[in-house]
């Protein structure tokens, strides 16, 4: 029986898809993003790996056993606002919670930008100040009822911001994720009121300690949901009706997927759903060479992304920032700027610049021929014979030098008074620069050293520029993986199902006291630990993928009890133990002061466990992949040479096809591998290996 299982990343310039067939072999397909109908590009990449199996498109869907993507239509939505109508409602006195903020906190600029008092602005929040509701209701911290909620107020504010516009409703009362009824109530009403809006329950999104950021991800969940509900609604129904049986499922920000039907119901958790592809992506590349330390670097048409995984594990940030503002949704840490294959070059008072702006798909960098006319890294990749114009995407589509070369005269080299050539040069110069300085934000700002770390160099531009920038940074070496040009869809397509559940309660010891486990019960965590396990299965269970196995991970928030912040630390037993108790309460104070500094603890001050975390990973149902290929002679033969233009001169390099790269084999800079969707070069006095898995080693010291 014939069988496939695929994944899509749908980005801002090109749509990658890997097909992995019956047999564990992965196959790659590239095409253009379509801007206003993305499932295009998806369809148009199936078409190549149906055509290349003989088959009919609806055939090669149909024996489609899972199909996963990554979308970039949440984040595009919070950086260009362009999102639902939303209004909310508060528990009265409390309206003003998402424009009070938290001072320094809801900035995302770094210390001396926060104390700039007189230049300091707060982000606009997604919602305007006349779309916000009080409603008298009191819940305690315990969670009992102080005083009832006033349904016939509530009634009043729902059909109030229903008259006013609103198009998605959030609802954040205060103490909520302690007593959730009163907004179960309140979403009752709004069905009641406009049966078709769309609700966020905050004790339903985030049912955690802190209004604001529970506030703060309702609303903006509102603000998305509409808009991601109805693209997954649109994919779904244009892949059913070409052929796929089953759902798609959509990449999350914490680096595990799920069906696309819930992705509206929990909108925030895939802003990062195609970066963190490429990271899960890295992860399998660094245990292919067995590195535990990976910096993660993809440059695509339009950004450049960074990721870390860190002794084995992918980099987890608890909080996502956005537009200057946090949002309380565990992600795998993901850094970006605008530097990319796309990325326009221009002169402002005389000087040479790079970005952010991008050419994107439409019209896409000069040499396209597609109506551009301002030069971008592309086109000076072409000019400096980096880039083959003959090869792009395996040759079905030809690139103008002519064009390139003129617009960088013209628009760069004129202006500058240099040549051409030295114009080209300074493009790439400035985007490397650009990309080595946010490894660095990434890694050194972490108290991480780049050297300690191997680069996984992927997306279309990114094996193209590593040799540069990697060589910069001074890490161990450049890896650039055989699926280099898609290994955000490799990475999406070898991810699980991951649910995460979380609850806020308060477990404490008391100042002076040693014996924690006295206080803290064993059975009390077990027990929190148990229900929040019940839910995760209830979850996995209604997204109907079917698993093989699913893993439990079990996190504590603690903190020393004068403390406001928490600090996350991994459960290593379960269930636990009264002596187990103990040595998680050591685990955070070692975890504290390696992180604060030694004698940084105040275990006298007493524990308090605020918060506890579980994340369950199904592991979903595939064939493995056959990744390793047959031993070789290693003995590589180029296949013809061409110009280089590196350091101010030029270079006669030997350029390798994919044919001629054999495992074992190596490859001696300057040099070019011209794959099918992307270029990989060796520069100037560098030597590449090739090893087993025909993932090109670049050794840069």
């Given at each position: 029986?014939?069988?496939?299982?695929?994944?899509?990343?749908?980005?801002?310039?090109?749509?990658?898809?890997?097909?992995?067939?019956?047999?564990?072999?992965?196959?790659?397909?590239?095409?253009?993003?379509?801007?206003?109908?993305?499932?295009?590009?998806?369809?148009?990449?199936?078409?190549?790996?149906?055509?290349?199996?003989?088959?009919?498109?609806?055939?090669?869907?149909?024996?489609?056993?899972?199909?996963?993507?990554?979308?970039?239509?949440?984040?595009?939505?919070?950086?260009?606002?362009?999102?639902?109508?939303?209004?909310?409602?508060?528990?009265?006195?409390?309206?003003?919670?998402?424009?009070?903020?938290?001072?320094?906190?809801?900035?995302?600029?770094?210390?001396?930008?926060?104390?700039?008092?007189?230049?300091?602005?707060?982000?606009?929040?997604?919602?305007?100040?006349?779309?916000?509701?009080?409603?008298?209701?009191?819940?305690?911290?315990?969670?009992?009822?102080?005083?009832?909620?006033?349904?016939?107020?509530?009634?009043?504010?729902?059909?109030?911001?229903?008259?006013?516009?609103?198009?998605?409703?959030?609802?954040?009362?205060?103490?909520?994720?302690?007593?959730?009824?009163?907004?179960?109530?309140?979403?009752?009403?709004?069905?009641?009121?406009?049966?078709?809006?769309?609700?966020?329950?905050?004790?339903?999104?985030?049912?955690?300690?802190?209004?604001?950021?529970?506030?703060?991800?309702?609303?903006?969940?509102?603000?998305?949901?509409?808009?991601?509900?109805?693209?997954?609604?649109?994919?779904?129904?244009?892949?059913?009706?070409?052929?796929?049986?089953?759902?798609?499922?959509?990449?999350?920000?914490?680096?595990?997927?799920?069906?696309?039907?819930?992705?509206?119901?929990?909108?925030?958790?895939?802003?990062?759903?195609?970066?963190?592809?490429?990271?899960?992506?890295?992860?399998?590349?660094?245990?292919?060479?067995?590195?535990?330390?990976?910096?993660?670097?993809?440059?695509?048409?339009?950004?450049?992304?960074?990721?870390?995984?860190?002794?084995?594990?992918?980099?987890?940030q608890r909080e996502t920032f956005m537009e200057r503002q946090p949002?309380?949704?565990?992600?795998?840490?993901?850094?970006?700027?605008?530097?990319?294959?796309?990325?326009?070059?221009?002169?402002?008072?005389?000087?040479?610049?790079?970005?952010?702006?991008?050419?994107?798909?439409?019209?896409?960098?000069?040499?396209?021929?597609?109506?551009?006319?301002?030069?971008?890294?592309?086109?000076?990749?072409?000019?400096?014979g980096v880039v083959n114009p003959d090869n792009f995407l395996g040759?079905?589509?030809?690139?103008?030098?002519?064009?390139?070369?003129?617009?960088?005269?013209?628009?760069?080299?004129?202006?500058?008074?240099?040549?051409?050539?030295?114009?080209?040069?300074?493009?790439?110069?400035?985007?490397?620069?650009?990309?080595?300085?946010?490894?660095?934000?990434?890694?050194?700002?972490?108290?991480?050293?780049?050297?300690?770390?191997?680069?996984?160099?992927?997306?279309?531009?990114?094996?193209?520029?590593?040799?540069?920038?990697?060589?910069?940074?001074?890490?161990?070496?450049?890896?650039?993986?055989?699926?280099?040009?898609?290994?955000?869809?490799?990475?999406?397509?070898?991810?699980?199902?991951?649910?995460?559940?979380?609850?806020?309660?308060?477990?404490?010891?008391?100042?002076?006291?040693?014996?924690?486990?006295?206080?803290?019960?064993?059975?009390?965590?077990?027990?929190?630990?148990?229900?929040?396990?019940?839910?995760?299965?209830?979850?996995?269970?209604?997204?109907?993928?079917?698993?093989?196995?699913?893993?439990?991970?079990?996190?504590?928030?603690?903190?020393?009890?004068?403390?406001?912040?928490?600090?996350?630390?991994?459960?290593?037993?379960?269930?636990?133990?009264?002596?187990?108790?103990?040595?998680?309460?050591?685990?955070?104070?070692?975890?504290?002061?390696?992180?604060?500094?030694?004698?940084?603890?105040?275990?006298?001050?007493?524990?308090?466990?605020?918060?506890?975390?579980?994340?369950?990973?199904?592991?979903?149902?595939?064939?493995?992949?056959?990744?390793?290929?047959?031993?070789?002679?290693?003995?590589?033969?180029?296949?013809?040479?061409?110009?280089?233009?590196?350091?101010?001169?030029?270079?006669?390099?030997?350029?390798?096809?994919?044919?001629?790269?054999?495992?074992?084999?190596?490859?001696?800079?300057?040099?070019?591998?011209?794959?099918?969707?992307?270029?990989?070069?060796?520069?100037?006095?560098?030597?590449?290996?090739?090893?087993?898995?025909?993932?090109?080693?670049?050794?840069?010291?």
């Amino acid at each position: 029986m014939v069988q496939f299982f695929a994944s899509s990343d749908i980005g801002g310039t090109f749509t990658d898809t890997t097909v992995l067939d019956g047999d564990g072999i992965l196959s790659r397909y590239k095409s253009s993003t379509v801007p206003n109908d993305p499932v295009k590009g998806v369809l148009a990449t199936f078409e190549l790996a149906a055509a290349e199996r003989d088959m009919t498109l609806q055939e090669f869907l149909s024996a489609m056993r899972l199909f996963a993507h990554g979308t970039t239509i949440a984040t595009n939505s919070v950086l260009t606002r362009n999102g639902a109508k939303v209004g909310v409602i508060h528990t009265k006195g409390f309206g003003d919670t998402l424009f009070i903020m938290k001072a320094y906190k809801s900035t995302g600029l770094d210390e001396a930008a926060r104390k700039n008092f007189r230049k300091l602005t707060k982000p606009t929040p997604f919602l305007d100040r006349t779309m916000v509701r009080e409603v008298p209701e009191r819940v305690d911290y315990k969670g009992d009822v102080v005083l009832k909620l006033d349904e016939d107020a509530a009634r009043d504010a729902v059909r109030s911001l229903i008259a006013a516009g609103a198009e998605a409703l959030a609802v954040s009362l205060l103490w909520s994720f302690k007593f959730p009824d009163h907004e179960q109530r309140l979403k009752q009403i709004i069905q009641e009121e406009a049966p078709d809006m769309f609700v966020t329950l905050s004790s339903d999104i985030l049912p955690r300690l802190g209004e604001y950021a529970r506030s703060q991800t309702a609303v903006l969940n509102a603000f998305l949901g509409p808009k991601v509900k109805q693209a997954m609604t649109s994919l779904d129904a244009a892949m059913r009706a070409t052929g796929l049986p089953r759902e798609p499922l959509l990449m999350r920000s914490n680096g595990g997927v799920m069906a696309a039907g819930k992705a509206a119901d929990e909108a925030v958790s895939i802003l990062l759903s195609g970066p963190v592809g490429g990271v899960v992506g890295a992860h399998l590349v660094g245990r292919m060479v067995g590195s535990g330390n990976v910096i993660s670097t993809d440059m695509g048409g339009t950004s450049f992304d960074v990721g870390l995984i860190v002794d084995g594990r992918p980099l987890i940030q608890r909080e996502t920032f956005m537009e200057r503002q946090p949002l309380a949704v565990p992600s795998v840490t993901v850094d970006t700027i605008g530097a990319g294959g796309g990325s326009l070059a221009f002169v402002e008072n005389g000087r040479l610049r790079v970005g952010p702006e991008s050419a994107g798909a439409v019209p896409g960098p000069v040499c396209y021929g597609a109506g551009g006319t301002r030069p971008t890294v592309t086109d000076a990749d072409v000019v400096l014979g980096v880039v083959n114009p003959d090869n792009f995407l395996g040759g079905r589509m030809r690139l103008r030098a002519d064009l390139a070369h003129a617009a960088i005269e013209e628009m760069i080299a004129k202006p500058l008074g240099i040549s051409v050539e030295e114009a080209a040069s300074g493009i790439k110069r400035i985007v490397d620069s650009h990309m080595a300085d946010l490894v660095r934000q990434a890694t050194v700002h972490r108290g991480y050293d780049p050297r300690d770390f191997v680069l996984v160099a992927f997306g279309g531009a990114g094996p193209t520029h590593a040799y540069s920038y990697g060589t910069d940074l001074g890490v161990k070496s450049v890896i650039v993986p055989r699926t280099a040009s898609v290994l955000s869809a490799h990475g999406i397509l070898i991810s699980d199902l991951v649910v995460t559940k979380e609850t806020s309660q308060s477990i404490i010891s008391p100042p002076g006291s040693d014996e924690f486990s006295k206080f803290m019960k064993a059975e009390d965590i077990n027990a929190i630990f148990a229900g929040l396990e019940a839910e995760a299965r209830v979850e996995l269970e209604a997204q109907g993928v079917p698993v093989e196995a699913v893993r439990y991970e079990r996190y504590v928030d603690m903190r020393f009890r004068p403390q406001i912040f928490d600090l996350s630390v991994d459960m290593q037993t379960f269930p636990l133990t009264p002596p187990d108790v103990d040595t998680l309460v050591e685990h955070f104070i070692v975890s504290y002061e390696a992180r604060f500094g030694t004698g940084s603890s105040f275990r006298t001050a007493g524990i308090d466990m605020s918060a506890f975390r579980l994340v369950a990973t199904a592991k979903l149902e595939r064939v493995e992949q056959s990744g390793e290929v047959e031993s070789s002679d290693g003995i590589m033969t180029p296949t013809g040479s061409r110009r280089l233009y590196e350091a101010g001169a030029w270079h006669d390099a030997a350029i390798f096809d994919e044919g001629a790269v054999k495992a074992g084999g190596t490859i001696t800079g300057p040099a070019i591998v011209e794959l099918n969707d992307t270029t990989i070069v060796v520069g100037p006095g560098q030597k590449a290996l090739v090893d087993r898995f025909l993932n090109i080693i670049i050794k840069t010291n």
